[in-house]
């Protein structure tokens, strides 16, 4: 298996959890450096994933929060 394919899974079932996931979580539970290619590759096949834009209150800095919405 390959770091993508196992990133990608490990994430997939993070938020088949029922959880949401940003890319700070992504880096710290699964080493992730490019969570949205990970989120394209799931919507590539066929998940539905939904994208909440977050502004952090002390930086200032926006950031995705990533949902899933519907399995593939």
Request: charged share 35%.
């Given at each position: 298996m390959?770091?993508?394919t196992t990133q990608t899974s490990q994430?997939?079932?993070y938020m088949r959890a029922g959880n949401s996931i940003t890319p700070l979580d992504a880096?710290?539970?699964f080493g992730c450096m490019?969570?949205?290619a990970r989120?394209?590759?799931l919507k590539q096949d066929g998940y539905v994933i939904n994208?909440?834009?977050v502004k952090d209150?002390?930086?200032g800095r926006r950031y995705a929060r990533y949902?899933?919405?519907s399995l593939g």
């Open positions: 390959t770091t993508k994430i997939l079932e880096l710290r539970k490019r969570l949205g989120i394209y590759d994208t909440l834009m209150e002390k930086s949902s899933l919405v």
